[in-house]
């Protein structure tokens, strides 16, 4: 099959699902277009949020399920309210519980993009699955996308196993599978496909065989195209597509996309000009100190399966300064600038959100904190 064919093909079976998904017509509200042409010649700056370090977003030591680290934002605007769901971490005495820290799904609100107030009365909107379920120890990764006056959320279930549990991969590193979640009002959702993976992971020697997970989602007519994190034991990114969200093809023969700059690659946010596609993405880069840093690059595509880095190899935003909540130095913090949302256009400017970690920890605190802040580019005229 071609590339062309791989983001074109429209078909396949309706698995079953607790909430009738009416898709038919794309997303409900059209964003402004800039082209990737554009885009690459705007220069992102950091814009000043109200938490500490300059965070949009920031823990919340009176929250006991988010007091730790927020980040993996997503983001969607409607001309009038910003809506950001994101990962709250906090700590975890349960040893079945990976890495140490529950992880769950809250949400934030604001009017300019900048102010964030967290929703729901400062509790989760997505909790752990029922005992047994793919996702009974943990969410995380989401990414939303509203479609036909519906909220689609596609996340990272979590059941507790690991390398050591499944003979692959890192004997530590936790399975990570996608589910899929919907809403009407982005607060109260419902697990689809009977609360069953929507792709799970792969056999042993595929590119996925231990985590699919950290994606991203765009429409493409009445297609979905998903670009998601795969990890065997190394973080590459791959390529799948649906007809309804539910029922994945992972496509490109299973292999990884090609072209992305670095060892390794996650956290994927692509974008489509009607024409070529732009994802920032992480890769890891080492940093004079002799650590090493989670970063964001750029890369092109005419087919979304081969791509070519942008900006000269320049990373999309550049170094933090110290008083920074994003002043991780490679060493104590890893975290530079990781799992950007979707591009908001707002007219001549591009917003994007992602999750940065200092260098240093707080007091009290064990580690550097993480938390989420916004970059904005001025694209000029269209």
């Known amino acids: ?27 409900t509200a059209s964003e402004p277009q800039v082209s990737v042409a554009r885009l690459l010649k705007s220069t992102y700056q950091r814009v000043a949020g109200t938490g500490r370090g300059g965070a949009a977003v920031f823990p919340d030591s009176e929250s006991s399920w988010c007091s730790q680290a927020i980040g993996s934002p997503t ?23 990976p890495y140490g820290f529950h992880e769950r799904i809250g949400l934030a609100t604001s ?40 909220f689609m959320m596609w996340y990272g279930g979590i059941d507790g196993r690991a390398g050591k549990d499944i003979g692959d991969g890192p004997a530590h590193v936790r ?23 929507v792709m799970t992971v792969g056999k042993k020697g595929t590119i996925d065989s231990v985590q699919a997970t ?6 493409r007519g009445r297609q979905f195209v998903m670009w998601y994190g795969a990890y065997n034991g190394k ?22 996309v090609s072209g992305l700059a670095g060892p390794k690659q996650l956290g ?23 650590g090493s840093l989670w970063t964001m690059f750029a890369a092109t595509s005419g087919d979304g399966v081969h791509w070519t880095p942008a900006l000269g190899g320049r990373p999309v935003l550049g170094p933090a300064p110290p008083d920074n909540f994003g002043s991780a130095d ?29 260098h240093k920890p707080i007091p009290g605190w064990k580690y550097p904190p993480s938390a989420v802040g916004l970059m904005e580019a001025i694209t000029g005229r269209r």
């Open 175 to 197: 399975v990570e599978q996608v589910g899929l979640a919907v809403s009407r009002d982005g607060i109260k959702w419902v697990r689809a496909n009977e609360g069953r993976p």
């Open 268 to 290: 994927p946010s692509v974008y489509f000009d009607g024409s070529r596609y732009l994802m920032y993405y992480n890769t890891i880069v080492t940093v004079p100190t002799g």
């Open 75 to 97: 983001v969607v605007f409607d001309g009038k309210t910003y809506r950001m769901w994101f990962v709250g971490m906090s700590r975890a005495k349960d040893p079945k519980i």
């Open 1 to 27: 099959m071609s590339c062309e064919s791989i983001l074109c093909q429209v078909g396949g079976r309706v698995a079953g699902c607790f909430v009738a998904l009416a898709i038919v017509g794309g997303v």
């Open 235 to 256: 973080h590459t990114i791959g390529l799948a597509t649906s007809p309804d969200g539910i029922v994945w093809t992972k496509q490109n023969g299973g292999r990884s």
């Open 330 to 358: 490679g060493k104590t913090g890893n975290n530079h600038s990781v799992h950007p949302t979707k591009l908001v256009v707002l007219g001549d400017r591009v917003r994007v959100w992602y999750g940065g970690e200092g």
């Open 111 to 150: 009017t300019d993009g900048v102010h964030w107030t967290i929703g729901n009365q400062g509790k989760p909107v997505l909790d752990y699955g029922p005992d047994g379920a793919f996702d009974d120890c943990g969410i995380a990764h989401p990414f939303v996308l509203r479609v036909d006056g519906q």
């Open 214 to 219: 950290g994606m991203h989602v765009i429409r």
